[in-house]
């Protein structure tokens, strides 16, 4: 974990990431999440990738639809980025239904996209656009 934490801290200090933590209002102490924008594109693409988890007794109770809906705020108005892109294992009917909820539109299939536990999983590409760009 100190690993992790290490290289959050580099990318961030690159500005290449945002990596936040969410916790419940009533327990703030108590981490039950994380919500990061990752691979920050600055020039023409001004983008980045999406990336988001929760304990599992925080399911369902709407912190990620919260936390998600903050979060382009942040990437669009303070940050700056046009696009943002989340990549979903299409088994992962929540979270497919979080990215919809907060606006997100299905571009299509990654195949063998991202390495996990050792296996190559395929990924759903959703994908969000500053709107307030024309």
């Known amino acids: 974990m100190a690993e992790r934490l290490r290289a959050q801290l580099i990318e961030a200090e690159l500005d290449h990431s945002l990596c936040t933590y969410l916790s419940a209002k009533s327990a703030p102490e108590h981490v039950v999440g994380a919500l990061n924008l990752r691979n920050i594109t600055r020039g023409p693409m001004m983008s980045c990738v999406v990336g988001y988890g929760l304990a599992p007794e925080a399911v369902g109770c709407g912190f990620m639809s919260e936390a998600i809906d903050r979060i ?3 990437a669009f108005d303070d940050i ?6 989340i990549n979903i294992v299409p088994r992962n009917a929540r979270s497919i239904a979080v990215a919809e909820r907060c606006g997100f539109r299905r571009e299509g299939l990654s195949p ?3 390495k996990i536990n050792g296996r ?4 759903v590409r959703y994908a969000r656009l500053n709107e307030a760009e024309r």
């Open 72 to 74: 382009v705020d942040v």
């Open 112 to 114: 063998r996209y991202l």
């Open 80 to 85: 700056g980025l046009h696009r943002l892109e």
């Open 120 to 123: 190559w999983e395929d990924h």
